[in-house]
Structures are given as C-alpha cells and as structure tokens.
C-alpha cells in the first residue's frame, strides 16, 4: 500500500485518516521542504500507477516559497497570504485525525512566505455547512 511504501523513505511522512470522517474526500497533495524554501503540489490523480498512465489529469505546482525573512520586532508575526491561511485552515480541517502528522506541517507553513501564489484553494471537506463557513468548502467557494 501507499502508507507502507511511503515507510520506506525515511523523508516522507504519510497520515491515515478514519474513513468514516472523511469518506468520498481523498486529498490529493503534496508538501515539500528543502533547504531553499517550500513547494506544494495540488494534484488530481490518486498515486497509483494507471490514474497517471491512462487518464486525463491536473498538477499545479506552486512556486519555491521561500522562508519568511525574521521580523523587526520579536514579537510580531508575519502576515501570512491569503493561500497560507487557506492551506492552513484546510489542514486544521481535519482536526484531531490530523493533528500529530500535521503540526509540523502548519509550523512550516508559517514559517514560510507563500505570497508569490496567485491561486485559491477550493477545498472540499466533510460535514454540513451553513452560515459564515458556508461559502468556505467545495463549490460554493466558486460564487
């Protein structure tokens, strides 16, 4: 599987979701972290072999986001880009599942200066929506 394969490489960190949270929602992403800054990848295609070979499919790689330069004041944090925010609630979205493979993600998202992405995230995530979250998942984030 998947998870096993990723527990081979020592540089690759995989969470497996309960299903019953997320069922029909199968995220599609990847982080990368390198010396130089931070990548991510939103793809469409599951990563098994025939999803690349034998059908249509969309990767949009983002920019090299460079870490965030420190701030004059100890105190201060940087603001972070509107596809920072919306990456990282997207992440918190998967609440305590996620929590513990996840932080180190959030703490790299921060760190790092994503304002170069001239992009919005138009995530799906489970349960119903109303009110001021309403237009925050899935199709409704199109209006």
């Not at 969470?15 to 793809?43: C, F, N, P």
């Not at 295609?45 to 059908?55: F, M, Q, S, V, Y």
């Not at 330069?69 to 979205?93: E, G, H, I, M, W």
């Amino acid at each position: 599987s998947t998870v096993v394969a990723a527990r081979v490489h020592t540089s690759c960190t995989s969470q497996k979701v309960e299903r019953s949270l997320w069922v029909g929602v199968k995220t599609k992403m990847m982080m990368l972290l390198y010396a130089e800054g931070m990548r991510v990848v939103i793809h469409t295609a599951n990563l098994i072999e025939r999803d690349w070979d034998c059908k249509t499919q969309a990767v949009w790689i983002s920019p090299l986001f460079p870490k965030q330069k420190p701030s004059a004041s100890a105190t201060a944090t940087p603001r972070q880009s509107d596809f920072a925010v919306d990456l990282l609630a997207y992440l918190n979205a998967y609440g305590a599942a996620g929590t513990q493979c996840l932080n180190p993600w959030k703490t790299a998202i921060a760190e790092h200066d994503m304002s170069t992405a001239n992009v919005k995230i138009v995530a799906s995530v489970p349960g119903r929506h109303a009110g001021g979250v309403r237009s925050k998942w899935g199709h409704a984030r199109l209006k």
